[in-house]
């Protein structure tokens, strides 16, 4: 079956655009999860839906961040006038948690590098 | 303030020894406390669960082990592999919440 899928795999962009970076969960899993993991650092949580709806906003960065879930399935995670302090690899999990179990499948990642 | 520590330092050993990883954490609760493998270039993937009333848990060559009072786990590979190699990650869920909150990682160096 297929996995996480994410898309683009590398983004390139220039200091102040804004950038789309999506993420297509396992079917099915109702839980979705956005982290940012900074070059040989661990993994940073920004933001988890369960539905469509964020009940944990937390962990983003700034409010040139923001993102989006539709459907239970898609999901965006945006940045808006990006910063080279946003260079990171942004990677999506799906889970479908149950009591005492919450196993997360990750997406390979995408690699954003602001110039 | 919370914290889960991993040595950030390598663990270089030969093939066929045990490799065991430390992972502390303070100020949490947790509900239980999972493993992850990460290669460079992919994103982690799922290697075991352990339960805050389990003691110990096991899956083919690997065995975890989890001590609330200590507020510890161990992450031990018997007769280790340089396919093994990689980057390990343990994560934790507070009680009562979903949210995993990830370690920084130890990287495993397997020597042939």
């Known amino acids: 079956g297929a996995g996480v899928s994410q898309s683009p795999s590398n983004k390139v962009t220039e200091k102040g655009k804004d950038v789309e970076l999506r993420c297509d969960p396992i079917s099915g899993h109702t839980a979705l999860y956005w982290y940012r993991q900074r070059l040989g650092q661990g993994l940073e949580f920004l933001i988890y839906f369960q539905g469509n709806s964020a009940p944990d906003k937390s962990g983003l960065p700034s409010d040139r961040f923001s993102a989006e879930r539709t459907g239970e399935s898609v999901s965006t995670l945006t940045i808006q006038r990006t910063q080279q302090e946003d260079s990171a690899v942004y990677l999506c999990?799906?889970?479908?948690?149950?009591?005492?179990?919450?196993?997360?499948?990750f997406g390979p990642g995408t690699r954003l590098t602001v110039l | 303030s919370q914290k889960i520590e991993q040595n950030s330092e390598a663990l270089n050993i030969q093939e066929g020894k045990t490799a065991t990883l430390t992972c502390n954490y303070t100020?949490?609760?947790?509900?239980?406390l999972q493993w992850y493998r990460q290669d460079p270039g992919r994103g982690p993937v799922f290697l075991l669960l352990?339960?805050?009333?389990?003691k110990e848990k096991r899956k083919e060559r690997l065995k975890v082990t989890f001590d609330t009072t200590l507020k510890q786990s161990l992450f031990h590979i018997t007769a280790s592999q340089p396919a093994d190699s990689a980057t390990y990650l343990c994560?934790?869920?507070?009680?009562?919440?979903?949210?995993?909150?990830f370690g920084t990682g130890t990287r495993l160096l397997v020597s042939p």
């Open positions: 999990a799906s889970s479908f948690p149950r009591a005492g179990d919450n196993e997360q499948f």
């Open positions: 100020n949490y609760s947790p509900a239980y």
């Open positions: 352990i339960r805050e009333n389990e």
């Open positions: 994560a934790l869920e507070n009680t009562g919440f979903q949210k995993l909150v």
